[in-house]
């Protein structure tokens, strides 16, 4: 795909999803620091740096808005199995990932963050019913409800889709 800016394509939702589907995705939220690591791993500081795109986050900056935006999903999916469809809070990712902690701090402390980010996620998306699949939350960006089922595909597509803003990158410009 020649959109750097998605280079797996767009997200895409074509539910209701199968439970085989659902148990896919899982085990992308659970494979997801892993191959993290293996894309940023021997990465110099220069390379951290470098953003993925024209006017794109830098690497390190990717990392870290990864370990925001995952942390503020399972807060998400906490909220909408304990209340009645909640009203989630969005955050202005654009501006988070511009505070000094995302464009200085090194990576291995978000890395480890979604290292115990993700086992607990795991273990809890593992414990769901499908009837707790089902709940929804309001996002009141979009004015919309999400079930579940939607919000566990966006973020394993969320996972894939930054990951894949590293290693592209990494291909194109010839780092090993």
Known sequence: MNDLRFPIGPFRYEGPAAPEQIQEWIQTIQDTPAKLRQAVAGLTDDQLDTPYRPEG??????????????????????????????????????????????????????????????????????????????????????NALFDLKKALALYAWHSEHHIAHITTLKEREGWK
């Open 57 to 142: 986050w830098t690497v390190r900056q990717v990392v870290h808005h990864m370990a925001d935006s995952h942390m503020n999903s399972f807060i998400r999916f906490k909220l909408t199995l304990t209340e009645e469809t909640p009203t989630i809070r969005p955050y202005e990712e654009a501006r988070w990932a511009e505070l000094g902690d995302s464009r200085e701090t090194p990576i291995e402390m978000s890395l480890a963050l979604l290292d115990a980010l993700h086992q607990r996620w795991t273990i809890l998306l593992t414990s769901l019913t499908e009837e707790q699949f089902q709940r929804e939350f309001r996002h009141p960006e979009h």
